[in-house]
C-alpha cells in the first residue's frame, strides 16, 4: 500500500515562507509524480506543484509560480514544498498527490495525503 505522509504547515504572517514536506512510502514505481493541491474553505480544488521523479521536470499552478519551489531528495521519495513570499490567499489545506504520471486535474491522482493546514494572516 502506498502511504504519503505530510508535514510541516502552519501558520505565518503574510510574507513569510514555510516548508511543506510528503514522504512516499510503499511507492516503488521509480518514475512517478508527487506533489500538491490545495484546497480553501467554499474554493475548488487548485493545483500548486508537481514534479516528476524521473527527470525533475517542474509544474506550477499560476497563483504560485515565481514564489513557491518543489523539489525531491536523491531518492524521488520525498518532495518538499518551499512556500515564499506568502499571502493571505494561500491559506488553505494542501494536500500531498501521487500517480504515475503528472497532471493538473486532481482526479488523475491515485494517492492522497491527509492534508496540512496552511494559515497566512495580513
Known amino acids: 500500500n502506498v502511504y504519503l505522509a505530510e508535514s510541516g504547515g502552519g501558520s505565518v504572517r503574510a510574507g513569510g515562507s514555510l516548508r511543506l514536506s510528503c514522504a512516499a512510502a510503499?511507492?516503488?514505481?521509480?518514475?512517478?509524480?508527487l506533489g500538491w493541491f490545495r484546497q480553501a474553505p467554499g474554493k475548488v480544488r487548485e493545483t500548486v506543484a508537481q514534479?516528476?521523479?524521473?527527470?525533475?521536470?517542474?509544474y506550477y499552478g499560476d497563483s504560485v509560480r515565481g514564489r513557491f519551489t518543489i523539489s525531491q531528495d536523491s531518492t524521488g521519495n520525498t518532495v518538499y514544498l518551499q512556500m515564499d513570499l506568502l499571502k493571505p490567499e494561500d491559506t488553505a489545506m494542501y494536500y500531498c498527490v501521487g500517480n504515475d504520471w503528472c497532471s493538473t486535474d486532481p482526479n488523475n491522482y491515485r494517492y492522497w495525503g491527509q492534508g496540512a493546514q496552511v494559515t497566512v494572516s495580513s
Open positions: 514534479i516528476y521523479t524521473g527527470d525533475g521536470t517542474q
Open positions: 510503499g511507492y516503488t514505481l521509480m518514475r512517478k509524480c
